[in-house]
């Protein structure tokens, strides 16, 4: 097993370009078993959830071919319309292949997703929505089998919570529905927007993506097309604190600005002077920041995704943050790591309260608990005394493309090792 080690006290300058986004590559990614033959996608991040994916689209009888960043699928009809438990359990964004699956071919068997690291994540929105467009589904041994004899039936759905995944199912499910299907409380984050112009290149007929009603008109057919995929905004993010917190100059290229407002808000309102241009960010250097109290709440509130990193931050602050987390409700298995880096956290069920102190980490050991969680307990390295080891780093793997080589080319001391 691999672990990162970091030495604390270096000063980040530079620049540094975002990868392609996890959680748009994704998405699209399944959207291709919607149409039959080649597709080609660029930008697309090698991590372990794409080549998750891979291997369920493999299954699911697609070729596929994935070097360079570039993944060429070709979609053939499956002969087992199923995704089995052994690659759901491995990535929880399997749940994906629900929606187009019963769309295109009336009959979907998938595994159910457990919980995992950050809440129990459970799926009755999906569910309840495909019956809304006559699906008849069961869940039985594990798994949702899911039928629509005749085709889905396009429905007006209203979303108890903004659901990002059932947003995009639900999308997927209403491209071939008859008749008009209405997302109302439709999540409306960039990666939704992203899926959106691919199914629209494919020949979907969509309106609203990115706002709280999407209306999609069914149609009969799609044909396979290409596209570019989004910048990773939660990478971007996560270089951009790590400038931050280290007090150095550092600007993230190839990211939209836009996607991340409010993080920009934030860490002006904290006391960093941001730069930005139609796609780079720049964090100028800070020696003293104040701390700021965050609630994350869905796009574009400030981004559960960042919610970690940005609390590796306020540790180094002047003064106290209140950190509210409302999208997840057991999202701060990473305070309880930073307390050991002599973090001052006090931890509630959705709250916590940092006192901040800037210079105030000593490296020691920790453990990452999920994806965000690695890249706060890395960015807390940056500035702790001495030598933090993250172990357990194969959560970071799922979603971020060479973070310790990107925070190194700015000059981090950052290292790659096995585990003794
Ligand atoms: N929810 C329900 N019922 C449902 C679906 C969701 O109650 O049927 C609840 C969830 O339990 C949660 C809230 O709704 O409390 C929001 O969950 P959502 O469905 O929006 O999350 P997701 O689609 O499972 C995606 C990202 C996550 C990101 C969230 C929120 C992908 C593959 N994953 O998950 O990304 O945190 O949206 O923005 O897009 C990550 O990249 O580290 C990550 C966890």
Request: aromatic share 4%; glycine share 8%; proline share 4%.
């Amino acid at each position: 097993m691999d672990m990162i080690t970091i030495q604390g006290g270096m000063q980040l300058n530079g620049e540094v370009a975002t990868s392609g986004a996890k959680n748009a590559a994704l998405p699209i990614l399944f959207s291709a078993l919607l149409a039959e033959g080649q597709h080609e996608f660029t930008n697309v991040p090698k991590l372990r959830d794409i080549y998750s994916t891979k291997e369920l689209l493999e299954s699911l009888n697609c070729e596929v071919k994935f070097e360079n960043n570039t993944f060429k699928v070709n979609v053939k009809r499956p002969e087992k319309l199923q995704a089995h438990y052994d690659y759901v359990r491995k990535m929880r964004a399997s749940i994906l292949c629900l929606g187009p699956l019963l769309s295109k071919y009336h009959e979907a068997e998938v595994s159910l997703p457990g919980g995992c690291a950050i809440g129990t994540r459970p799926i009755n929105i999906h569910l309840d929505s495909l019956k809304e467009m006559g699906a008849q589904i069961e869940v039985k041994a594990g798994y949702v089998h899911a039928k629509a004899p005749g085709g889905l039936k396009g429905a007006r759905i209203l979303f108890e919570v903004a659901t990002v995944g059932g947003t995009e199912n639900i999308m997927m499910a209403a491209v071939f529905a008859q008749g008009e299907t209405v997302i109302e409380n439709a999540a409306k984050e960039p990666e939704i927007v992203d899926m959106a112009n691919y199914l629209i290149k494919m020949g979907a007929k969509i309106e609203g993506a990115g706002t709280s009603i999407i209306r999609v008109q069914g149609v009969n057919e799609l044909k396979p097309a290409t596209h570019d995929i989004i910048p990773d905004r939660i990478e971007a993010g996560t270089l951009l604190i790590a400038g931050a917190i280290t007090g150095g100059d550092v600007t993230v290229t190839r990211c939209v600005p836009d996607h991340l407002e409010a993080l920009i808000l934030k860490l002006r309102e904290s006391g960093f002077k941001i730069e930005t241009s139609d796609s780079s960010i720049r964090v100028l250097p800070q020696s003293v920041w104040k701390g700021v109290d965050i609630t994350t709440t869905p796009h574009p509130g400030f981004a559960t995704d960042l919610q970690a990193q940005f609390m590796a931050l306020m540790v180094e602050a002047e003064g106290t943050s209140v950190i509210t987390e409302s999208v997840f409700e057991n999202r701060f298995m990473h305070v309880q790591e930073l307390v050991r880096l002599n973090a001052d956290i006090t931890p509630k069920t959705r709250v916590a309260v940092v006192r901040g102190k800037k210079g105030g980490l000593l490296a020691a050991p920790v453990m990452a608990t999920d994806l965000r969680a690695s890249a706060c307990l890395i960015l807390a390295g940056l500035v702790a005394q001495g030598e933090t080891k993250v172990k357990r780093i194969y959560h970071l793997d799922r979603g971020y493309e060479n973070l310790e080589l990107k925070l190194a080319s700015l000059g981090a001391k950052v290292q790659r090792l096995k585990e003794e």
